[in-house]
């Protein structure tokens, strides 16, 4: 049966998916795994062993043999739990990486915390956070929709991400982030970008924004053709009011996704995956949301590979 809704907290989430029936029957309510297999042999349900992860049909049949004597024939047929789940390659238990996920999503642990509470190496909780973020990136792209319309107010603005050395030479090439969020709604959408120009700006606004839409921008030239595609822009001068009350509310979120997104060790080709984990956080806020939709796409991701982390055991 498939899952509405979770009520897990973090701890009620370990202590509950210590039993490996309540994690099986977790996983598969949200369409993670299959707690039901079918024998292609004899098309009969076969029986799960937890000890052993392991399918198995139990179909026996009576049978002949040479020496004109019947004998029970058991159909051995078996296949191992993990089978065409995206736990199938990895050299981690599915206990492992649920505990790992629950505690990725608190987003209170530093990378050293995660080290130290799974015994894991540097490039394993690098490679499985970005395979979270990935997942992120999946459930923010499928639940996405325009914001504004008639009589609706969207605040749009963009800013610069990248990291200096003490001399004040940028380590990491300037990489320009374009945003928008409702005032009546809260929601938002933060997209990357290469270019500052008008043909980026409408594209992007086109994509996001309805048609009638309020929109309030700073004083940017490129701003100044909104009013030619059907939109209603209001501008702010930042050069006379540093923070102006008309635009808290994006200035307010700059603050907090500069603070979420690390300054230190993140390549330039993961700001997507960093926005789009903000995004989930902010999103669902209350941690059982998390687990339910975190949960609900984690079977559109391809974990990562033993290729991608150091051998831990």
């Known amino acids: 049966m498939a899952c509405d809704g979770c009520e897990h907290t973090l701890m009620k989430f370990l202590h509950f998916i210590q039993d490996e029936s309540n994690l099986k029957i977790f996983l598969n309510a949200h369409g993670v795994i299959d707690i039901e297999k079918t024998c292609p042999k004899c098309n009969k349900i076969c029986t799960f062993y937890p000890s052993k992860n392991l399918f198995q049909c139990t179909t026996t049949t009576v049978q002949v043999n040479k020496h004109k004597k019947r004998e029970r024939i058991s159909c051995g047929y078996s296949i191992s739990g993990n089978k065409y789940t995206r736990f199938e390659n990895s050299k981690f238990s599915v206990l492992e990486i649920c505990s790992f996920v629950a505690f990725w999503l608190c987003a209170r642990y530093r990378q050293v915390d995660l080290e130290d509470e799974m015994g894991w190496s540097s490039s394993t909780v690098v490679a499985w956070s970005n395979f979270c973020r990935q997942v992120c990136f999946s459930v923010v792209s499928k639940s996405s929709e325009k914001l504004g319309g008639i009589g609706k107010t969207v605040d749009v603005d963009e800013a ?16 320009w982030v374009f945003s928008g969020i409702e ?13 500052r120009s008008k043909e980026t700006l409408l594209k992007i606004i086109d994509e996001w924004v309805l048609p009638g839409t309020i929109i309030m921008s700073n004083c940017w030239k490129a701003y100044g053709c909104l009013d030619d595609e059907g939109f209603r822009k209001q501008r702010v001068d930042h050069g006379k009011n540093f923070i102006d009350p008309d635009t808290k509310h994006i200035e307010r979120m700059w603050g907090h996704v500069k603070n979420f997104i690390p300054k230190n060790g993140r390549k330039e080709s993961h700001l997507v995956l960093h926005l789009a984990e903000y995004h989930f956080h902010r999103k669902f806020p209350r941690m059982n949301e998390r687990f339910h939709n975190f949960f609900k796409y984690i079977s559109e991701v391809d974990p990562p590979t033993g290729d991608e982390c150091e051998d831990d055991k």
């Open 183 to 195: 005032r009546q709604s809260k929601k938002f959408f933060l997209i990357p970008v290469s270019s």
């Open 160 to 175: 610069v991400f990248g990291k200096y050395k003490y001399n004040g030479v940028s380590a990491i090439e300037d990489q």
